[in-house]
């Protein structure tokens, strides 16, 4: 009998064990061989393979060989570089002794101990001799999935299922980025990075997750694995939360530590916090103070993205009739006081935004594009539930008159009742399909056919990585919040010309923009999308190399907590290009594209200058005003908050705006050419 229950636990033991980690331990086992690359060779070439608490530079603590007075003296124009050196300076000559922290920092009341601390403890002073280093710890890049396995427990089946099944590509992409952009990848800061995925925490309530795995909606939780994935390979410290239990510990452990950045050479504090609006609501409600004292740390994860207007709930109040449709005057996912750079998107669409982004999953697509193709041409219809196909019955029938007609409604089948309509007549439906399921399915497929909905999903993308045609369907009217219920609470004025602007900008041979309920139009691209046959295509910032190096990038450079002097900003001045609006109603982010340009809004600061508004406008005097159209004409921005790329002046207006433009690589929107 004790036999037979000792058999049974350690049954249980392993069971309980091998279902959520088993088959990542087998990646781990079988990653070197598989991959081709050892975790010796990574070692040797500086990668790191698995989460240790290294140590920081080996920092000396020689103050005492300056006289005081050296100590006190700083160059003439430090506020130019160092600007908060002085402020802080005098702050710790009286405030050193309010907490431990800075004695155990070697601070002991003097000049020195005073500059010591704040130039190679902290980074606000300059540094006393032309040999003296500043304190930090390095991030190493880090391709190994062992450093992920301590968060698979919390979260869900799709996002460790993804993170498995990509990580070659990860793998490949993290060798790929350190080939060729080896002085951006090294030397860089390892940060302290909290991930909380707020609408986790609510799944009991939203079952996002358990919807996951049967059709819902994947978007979300596609980025959300896909930036656990980029911040460990970066090699950053990560603290991961999809619950308010397990935050509530997290915020306590950084709330109970000094003010100290380092403490016994390790590092203390927060540097970033990641989570979503969900999340961001939760720490406001929960953790008020911790979110204050972390504010400017906040990166949202915002897949549609924020403009100006709804970003501080003042003035969405005061104008929100003129911001609103039909539908609705609310703004329930804006009013959050943020930096607009603070909000990351799932697509580069939104200048004043940050773009984030994901990976194409490619696991399985053939370089050569070696497609599967069967004699007769084949569409795959982009929606997933059967809603998304509701008024699409003349568009499919023109579909079905020229190609084999394939779908994955995950819902057409209800409660063992059968939902079939003369829509469904003559479509092969799968229903739902994982990931490599679709991926078998895509590689023969000729055209990735679009209703109109969802819009700006990954699946279009992911389509044109197999060679697909994406037929991207075209409004007749542009679609947003004014016009649209969809949008009607989502804190933008962007418009959609079409299913997904991006692909519409990429056009033939991958994507052809049509109206599809335009028969004439519509044959013709059909019988165009099938002539095209192009190669698999993935744009540099959507593939694995792209992404590690555009996060790794942003999280080093973008600093939205300290002044910063104009020498070392980031993207560097000297790329700023500065133009006026042509056209009236035209905003700075379409005058900066129409030029081949991306609008930067770090360099608004800039150009918001009397001096300059008088030389570019001819302005006699200069007046100022709280507008996102500001600065316009002779009229400077009173608002920092209300700095827009994307705002767009009435026709009627006359506004002529100053618009800080600025270049960027092919392919990666968010980074210029000289940001490297």
């Known amino acids: 009998m004790r036999r037979s229950r000792r058999f049974f636990a350690l049954l249980f033991i392993f069971s309980a064990f091998f279902t959520p980690l088993g088959f990542f331990y087998f990646t781990i086992v079988n990653e070197s061989n598989q991959f081709g ?8 070439n500086g990668y790191q393979t698995s989460e240790v608490s290294e140590p920081t530079e080996n920092v000396q603590v020689d103050f005492k060989k300056y006289s005081e007075y050296e100590c006190s003296r700083f160059p003439s124009n430090v506020t130019n570089d160092y600007p908060e050196c002085l402020n802080k300076m005098k702050w710790i000559k009286n405030g050193w002794k309010t907490h431990s922290c800075y004695s155990e920092n070697h601070i002991d009341g003097t000049n020195c101990s005073f500059r010591y601390y704040l130039s ?47 990580w070659k590509k990860w793998k490949e992409g993290a060798h790929e980025v350190m080939e060729k952009y080896s002085e951006s990848m090294t030397n860089r800061k390892k940060l302290n990075v909290l991930v909380f995925i707020g609408f986790l925490a609510n799944e009991q309530k939203l079952k996002l997750a358990k919807k996951s795995d049967h059709g819902g909606p994947l978007g979300e939780l596609l980025q959300w694995s896909d930036l656990l994935a980029t911040l460990s390979i970066i090699g950053h410290h990560l603290e991961v939360s999809t619950d308010k239990s397990s935050l509530k510990s997290i915020v306590w452990k950084y709330m109970s530590r000094g003010p100290c950045q380092f403490l016994n050479g390790s590092r203390q504090q927060l540097d970033i916090i990641f989570t979503d609006i969900m999340g961001l609501n939760i720490l406001r409600q929960h953790h008020r103070q ?93 929606g997933k539930e059967k809603y998304m196909w509701m008024n699409a019955e003349k568009p499919i029938r023109m579909l079905k008159k020229h190609v084999k007609v394939h779908a994955t409604v995950a819902d057409l089948e209800v409660d063992g009742m059968s939902n079939i309509t003369s829509l469904f007549e003559n479509v092969q439906n799968h229903g739902f399909l994982n990931s490599r399921e679709i991926s078998e399915l895509l590689d023969e497929t000729t055209i990735f056919f679009g209703l109109g909905f969802p819009l700006e999903g990954p699946a279009p993308l ?39 602007p991006y692909m519409e900008k990429i056009g ?42 555009r996060v790794a990038l942003l999280l080093e450079k973008q600093e939205l907590c300290e002044k910063v002097s104009i020498s070392k900003r980031w993207p560097p001045v000297t790329e700023m290009k500065i133009f006026k609006t042509e056209k009236a109603n035209d905003s700075c982010e379409m005058t900066c594209h129409s030029l081949n340009l991306i609008c930067e809004p770090s360099f608004f600061p800039i150009v918001n200058s009397s001096p300059l508004l008088k030389r570019e406008l001819s302005c006699s005097s200069v007046s100022s005003d709280s ?41 990666q929107h968010a980074i210029c050419k000289k940001c490297l």
């Not at 006393?128 to 880090?142: V, W």
């Not at 992920?148 to 460790?160: A, T």
């Not at 004409?633 to 009627?652: G, H, I």
């Open 627 to 667: 507008s996102p159209f500001a600065p316009f004409n002779c009229t400077v921005q009173l608002s920092a908050s209300l700095f827009s790329c994307a705002s767009r002046p009435p026709s009627s207006s006359g506004i002529v705006r100053l618009c800080p433009c600025r270049d960027y690589i092919p392919e």
């Open 462 to 500: 992911e389509a044109m990585a197999h060679g697909a045609v994406f037929i991207n369907a075209k409004f007749e009217e542009p679609k947003s919040r004014k016009n649209y219920k969809f949008l009607s609470e989502k804190p933008t004025l962007r418009e959609w010309t079409s299913q997904n």
């Open 290 to 382: 911790f979110l204050m004292n972390n504010r400017c740390r906040i990166r949202l994860l915002d897949s549609f993205g924020t403009h100006a207007e709804f970003a501080t709930k003042s003035y969405f109040l005061q104008n929100k009739r003129k911001l609103s449709g039909p539908y609705s005057q609310r703004n329930p996912w804006g009013g959050h006081g943020l930096d607009l750079r603070q909000h990351w998107t799932f697509y580069p669409h939104s200048d004043d935004n940050t773009f984030l982004g994901f990976i194409v999953d490619t696991e399985g697509v053939e370089k050569e594009n070696q497609k599967k193709k069967t004699s007769i041409p084949s569409a795959l219809i982009y």
């Open 37 to 44: 690359f050892s975790k010796s060779t990574e070692e040797r």
């Open 120 to 166: 190679q403890v902290e980074n606000y002073c300059p540094m006393m001799g032309e040999n003296t280093k500043q304190m930090k710890s390095l991030a190493k890049m880090s391709p190994s999935i062992r450093r992920l396995l301590p968060i698979f427990d919390g979260i869900p089946h799709y996002m460790k299922t993804r993170i498995n099944r990509l």
């Open 508 to 549: 033939e041979p991958h994507v052809i923009t049509v109206d599809v309920n335009n028969e004439t139009e519509l044959e013709d691209a059909i019988k165009r999308a099938i002539q095209l046959k192009p190669k698999p295509f993935v744009p540099f910032e959507f593939s694995p190399s792209g992404m590690l190096l």
